[in-house]
Nanobody, 124 residues
Framework: QVQLVESGGGLVQAGGSLRLSCAASGRTFLDYNMGWFRQAPGKEREFVAGIIRRGENTDYTDSVKGRFAISRDNAKNTGYLQMTSLKPEDTALYYC?????????????????WGQGTQVTVSS
């Protein structure tokens, strides 16, 4: 199995940027496809972005396309979510997740392993 720890969240003004990191330990990070999800108060957890094992395929929810970029450095066992042009509606607890199997999963139940989350707050 793999353990995931997110970092990099914080408070930022609208239009600003943040880079989230997801450090993996345990089983080889390269074995897993990775995703980022977020959950705002009173809302369901939603898919943000996903990337397959070697990073050649990525997927994004429509609301973040052109603003967020997912990447990974398998040599460092770390995944990233670069967030730019942040909006107040991006405010949420952000989670990274890992899954075996094929392709990028867009639903939370497609992922087996989860981090504890990192808070992102965007002020207007």
């Amino acid at each position: 199995q793999v353990q995931l720890v997110e970092s990099g969240g914080g408070l930022v003004q609208a239009g600003g940027s943040l880079r989230l990191s997801c450090a993996a330990s345990g089983r080889t990070f390269l074995d897993y496809n990775m995703g980022w999800f977020r959950q705002a108060p009173g809302k369901e957890r939603e898919f943000v972005a996903g990337i397959i094992r070697r990073g050649e395929n990525t997927d994004y929810t429509d609301s973040v396309k052109g603003r967020f970029a997912i990447s990974r450095d398998n040599a460092k066992n770390t995944g990233y979510l670069q967030m730019t042009s942040l909006k107040p509606e991006d405010t949420a607890l952000y989670y990274c997740a890992a899954r075996l199997g094929l392709g990028v999963g867009r639903t939370a139940n497609a992922y087996t392993y989860w981090g504890q989350g990192t808070q992102v707050t965007v002020s207007s």
